[in-house]
């Protein structure tokens, strides 16, 4: 028990993470993992829906990020498919992916300026499609903004 609280101590992990991280110790018995695992359930120290809120919050706060990217990440953290579409389903009602593109896409023209050929363009498209976002909104976004870049030519 106390393993698992020192490694709680450090970070915050889901139930999957801090299950790998005391079988990695190696000298821990399985059962004895499992019984501290359900222990730190019922202290609430160890709780996958709050972990994956907290998680998707503090990645959007952080940086605009879409849902494909979060669920991608909180899927590596080892939080099950039900809780990372609860949490986003949460994360994205507070603030809207919409939102989140328009950071996106405003953080990257200060960075490296507007789009002005089709070459730019697509480097913007590659880039919000890393980030997450759905191609969709992509598309539609880039299209908004396109004749702006053909006026100015």
Known sequence: MGTALKILAARSCSEGELRDKLTAKGWVEAIAIEDCIERLKELNYVNDDVFAQSYARYRVNLKPLGRARLARELAVRKVSQTRIDNALDQVFEEVGEETLIDRAIERRTRTHGRPADRAATKRMFDHLGRLGFEYDLISRKLRA????????E
């Open 145 to 152: 903004i396109e004749p702006e870049i053909e006026e100015s």
